[in-house]
C-alpha cells in the first residue's frame, strides 16, 4: 500500500507542510487534512477548508512517543503507559499542553490532543517534516465538518479537492473509524470518544477502572449529537423493524438503501426501488467498510438509508456510536 507514496511524493507533501499550505494523508483509522501544528496561518486555513468551528480542537501527529513532550506537560504515569502499549495506533491522549502550544489548535483549553498513529505512510511524513523542523502535524479528518469521514484518497479528493495540495493514496484504511479519545489530563482516565480501541483495552492496560465522561468534560467534535452524517436521512433499526419499514418504503413507491446483515439483505430480496449493501458480521470487518458503505448508499439517489442496529457488546461500542450520530436528527418518518 505504502508502495504507492513515492519519495518525491512524500517531499512533495514536506515542501507544502513548510509553506503553510494543507496535505491529506492516510492514517490506519480514517484520512487526515494535515497542516504544520506550528503554523498559525495553516492551522487557520485547515480550519477554513474543513469548515469548522474555531473552538472545536484538532489533533497533534507526532511520529514518536519521544516528541510527547514538545506538546503536552505533567505527563502521567497512565499516559506513558498507554502510548508504550497502543503507539502507533488508534489511540488519542488528551493532556495537560506544554507552554507554547497555541489556543487556535486545542479550542483555547489547557489541556492537547496527541497521537502518533499506525500507517506507514503517515509514519513516513512524520519522520520526514520532523527532519525538516515540522515536529507536529495537525490533522483532523478530511471531509468537511459534520459529514462522514474518508477512508480512501478518492474521498478526499472528492471532498475536499482544490484546498488541498497534496493527497498521499496510502490505500484504504484498515481500521475504518477515527481513533479512541482517552483523557489522562484528570485523575481518572476516561474515554471522549470510543473507537476499535475498547474501553475494556484501556482498563486492562492501566489495571484500573476508568472514569466516566461528564459536563465537564474536554470538548470533543465528534461528540456532538449530529455528526458522521450522510445527506440522505438515516435511520437505525433493529432487524424484524427493519424488514418491515423497508417493505412499507417500497410500497409507498420510495426508492430505499439499506445496510445489513447478509441474512437480513437476503431476506429482504430484490426490488426495483432497492438498494442493499451487506454489512460484516465481525466487527473489524464492519467497521473497516463503513463510512465507504455510508458514502456509496447516499450517492444511491435513495429518500432514506435504513441500516441494521448492530449487535451489543464492547467490541462493536464505536460503530455504534458513528452510527447513532449519523442517524441524528433523523425521526423515523411516517410509513
Ligand atoms: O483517528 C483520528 O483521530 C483521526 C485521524 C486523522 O488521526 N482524526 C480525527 O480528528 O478524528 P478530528 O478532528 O476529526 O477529531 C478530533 C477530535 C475532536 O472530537 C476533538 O474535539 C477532539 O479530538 N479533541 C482535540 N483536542 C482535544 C482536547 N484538547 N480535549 C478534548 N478533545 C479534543
Ligand atoms: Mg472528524
Known amino acids: 500500500m505504502s508502495a504507492t507514496v513515492s519519495d518525491t511524493d512524500l517531499a512533495?507533501?514536506?515542501?507544502?507542510?513548510?509553506?503553510?499550505?494543507?496535505?491529506?494523508?492516510?492514517?490506519?483509522?480514517?484520512?487526515?487534512?494535515?497542516?504544520?501544528?506550528?503554523?498559525?496561518?495553516?492551522?487557520?486555513?485547515?480550519?477554513?477548508?474543513?469548515?469548522?468551528?474555531?473552538?472545536?480542537?484538532?489533533?497533534?501527529?507526532?511520529?514518536?512517543?519521544?516528541?510527547?513532550?514538545?506538546?503536552?506537560?505533567?505527563?502521567?504515569?497512565?499516559?506513558?503507559?498507554?502510548?508504550?502499549?497502543?503507539?502507533?495506533?488508534?489511540?488519542?491522549?488528551?493532556?495537560?499542553?506544554?507552554?507554547?502550544?497555541?489556543?487556535?489548535?486545542?479550542?483555547?483549553?489547557?489541556?492537547?490532543?496527541?497521537?502518533?498513529?499506525?500507517?506507514?505512510?503517515?509514519?513516513?511524513?512524520?519522520?520526514?517534516?520532523?527532519?525538516?523542523?515540522?515536529?507536529?502535524?495537525?490533522?483532523?479528518?478530511?471531509?468537511?465538518?459534520?459529514?462522514?469521514?474518508?477512508?480512501?484518497?478518492?474521498?478526499?479528493?472528492?471532498?475536499?479537492?482544490?484546498?488541498?495540495?497534496?493527497?498521499?493514496?496510502?490505500g484504504p484504511c484498515a481500521v475504518g473509524i477515527e481513533s479512541t479519545i482517552v483523557d489522562v489530563s484528570a485523575a481518572e482516565p476516561r474515554v471522549l470518544r470510543p473507537g476499535m480501541l475498547t474501553a475494556q483495552d484501556i482498563a486492562d492496560c492501566l489495571g484500573s477502572a476508568l472514569g466516566h465522561a461528564d459536563a465537564a468534560a474536554p470538548r470533543v467534535s465528534g461528540a456532538l449529537p449530529a455528526h458522521y452524517a450522510p445527506r440522505t436521512p438515516l435511520v437505525l433499526l433493529a432487524g424484524g423493524d427493519c424488514a418491515n419499514h423497508v417493505h412499507q418504503r417500497l410500497a409507498a413507491g420510495e426508492r430505499v438503501a439499506v445496510l445489513a446483515?447478509?441474512?437480513?439483505?437476503?431476506?429482504?430480496?430484490?426490488?426495483?426501488?432497492?438498494?442493499?449493501?451487506?454489512?460484516?458480521?465481525?466487527?473489524?470487518?464492519?467497521?473497516?467498510?463503513?463510512?465507504?458503505?455510508?458514502?456509496e448508499l447516499d450517492a444511491a439517489g435513495c429518500a432514506l438509508i435504513v441500516v441494521e442496529a448492530p449487535p451489543p457488546g464492547a467490541a462493536w461500542r464505536g460503530i455504534a456510536d458513528r452510527l447513532q450520530r449519523a442517524a441524528q436528527g433523523h425521526s423515523l418518518p411516517p410509513a
Open 261 to 295: 446483515g447478509t441474512g437480513l439483505v437476503q431476506s429482504l430480496g430484490a426490488h426495483a426501488g432497492l438498494r442493499t449493501l451487506s454489512a460484516a458480521p465481525d466487527a473489524d470487518g464492519y467497521a473497516r467498510a463503513l463510512y465507504a458503505n455510508l458514502r
Open 12 to 170: 512533495a507533501a514536506v515542501d507544502a507542510l513548510r509553506a503553510g499550505q494543507l496535505v491529506a494523508f492516510p492514517t490506519e483509522t480514517v484520512y487526515g487534512l494535515g497542516a504544520n501544528a506550528r503554523d498559525p496561518v495553516a492551522v487557520a486555513r485547515l480550519y477554513a477548508a474543513k469548515g469548522r468551528p474555531a473552538d472545536h480542537p484538532v489533533i497533534v501527529h507526532i511520529g514518536s512517543v519521544e516528541d510527547l513532550p514538545l506538546w503536552a506537560r505533567d505527563i502521567p504515569p497512565a499516559a506513558r503507559a498507554l502510548a508504550a502499549r497502543f503507539w502507533p495506533g488508534p489511540l488519542t491522549l488528551v493532556l495537560k499542553r506544554a507552554t507554547g502550544v497555541r489556543d487556535a489548535i486545542t479550542g483555547g483549553q489547557d489541556t492537547v490532543a496527541v497521537r502518533c498513529p499506525a500507517h506507514p505512510v503517515a509514519l513516513r511524513l512524520l519522520a520526514a517534516a520532523r527532519a525538516a523542523g515540522i515536529d507536529g502535524i495537525v490533522a483532523p479528518s478530511a471531509n468537511r465538518f459534520g459529514r462522514i469521514s474518508p477512508t480512501t484518497a478518492a474521498h478526499v479528493r472528492e471532498e475536499l479537492g482544490d484546498a488541498v495540495a497534496v493527497v498521499l493514496d496510502g
